[in-house]
């Protein structure tokens, strides 16, 4: 039985020898594929960090925005007194 | 969007702000080139010029809000373009993976044949 393997080997080493090329370009697709997953992934976690800061910025300027609208408007109704010596240095 | 919140602005400082109604008629002119007039009038001018430092002022504060929004603006469009850049960047590995899967399927089949027949054959060789 084991000489039969032998020859059997023998005489297709060629053709094993050939497999093996094709049977490690499988594997090494399938670890391509799992790297362009992980990165899709890393991409996406970090264009949502970047993201979040973002709309934290835009949130921060637009509610001082409106603070400081707020304080004018207000500012601008409450008019003080004018008395007769308004032009006097003080 | 820019030039609609200057023109809103200017429009609401019109309608808030009285420069008031001094009437300037009444002045009297001296004869040592001194002017005299009313204490009305001085009272008048006196708000004038209060009001029109409220009014500055709050120009000031509505384009520092003018500025404000634009950053906040700025950093919307920002966001936008994160996203955008990052679905074509996704786009770009899916369709790398598809193919990679699609030449692996290929791949597969190509050698479960070869396997198929290998085994067939030694089988009958062993025998």
Not at chain 1, 72 to 83: L, Y
Not at chain 2, 5 to 14: G, H, K, N, P, Q
């Given at each position: 039985?084991?000489?039969?393997?032998?020859?059997?080997?023998?005489?297709?080493?060629?053709?094993?020898?050939l497999l093996i090329p094709a049977i490690l370009l499988w594997f090494g697709r399938n670890i391509v594929i799992?790297?362009?997953?992980?990165?899709?992934?890393?991409?996406?976690?970090?264009?949502?960090?970047?993201?979040?800061?973002?709309?934290?910025?835009?949130?921060?300027?637009?509610?001082?925005?409106?603070?400081?609208?707020?304080?004018?408007?207000?500012?601008?109704?409450?008019?003080?007194?004018?008395?007769?010596?308004?032009?006097?240095?003080? | 969007?820019?030039?609609?919140?200057?023109?809103?602005?200017?429009?609401?400082?019109?309608?808030?702000?009285?420069?008031?109604?001094?009437?300037?008629?009444?002045?009297?002119?001296?004869?040592?080139?001194?002017?005299?007039?009313?204490?009305?009038?001085?009272?008048?001018?006196?708000?004038?010029?209060?009001?029109?430092?409220?009014?500055?002022?709050?120009?000031?504060?509505?384009?520092?809000?003018?500025?404000?929004?634009?950053?906040?603006?700025?950093?919307?469009?920002?966001?936008?373009?994160?996203?955008?850049?990052?679905?074509?960047?996704?786009?770009?590995?899916?369709?790398?993976?598809?193919e990679l899967q699609m030449k692996n399927q290929w791949l597969m089949f190509g050698l479960g044949v070869i396997f198929t027949?290998?085994?067939?054959?030694?089988?009958?060789?062993?025998?």
């Open positions: 039985m084991d000489e039969k393997i032998k020859s059997l080997w023998q005489k297709n080493k060629l053709l094993f020898i799992d790297l362009l997953v992980s990165s899709g992934n890393k991409a996406v976690g970090d264009a949502t960090v970047k993201s979040d800061e973002l709309k934290h910025d835009q949130t921060v300027a637009n509610t001082q925005a409106n603070q400081i609208k707020a304080d004018a408007d207000a500012a601008a109704i409450k008019k003080d007194s004018v008395g007769e010596d308004w032009n006097s240095k003080k | 969007m820019k030039k609609l919140i200057s023109i809103l602005s200017i429009a609401l400082l019109t309608q808030s702000v009285a420069f008031g109604d001094c009437d300037f008629s009444k002045i009297v002119k001296n004869a040592d080139s001194t002017f005299t007039y009313s204490k009305e009038l001085h009272i008048c001018v006196g708000e004038m010029k209060r009001d029109l430092e409220l009014s500055n002022a709050k120009l000031d504060s509505y384009n520092k809000v003018i500025e404000l929004k634009d950053l906040a603006l700025t950093k919307a469009d920002a966001r936008a373009d994160l996203w955008m850049n990052t679905g074509f960047k996704l786009q770009d590995r899916m369709n790398a993976v598809d027949s290998l085994s067939v054959y030694g089988a009958g060789q062993l025998r």
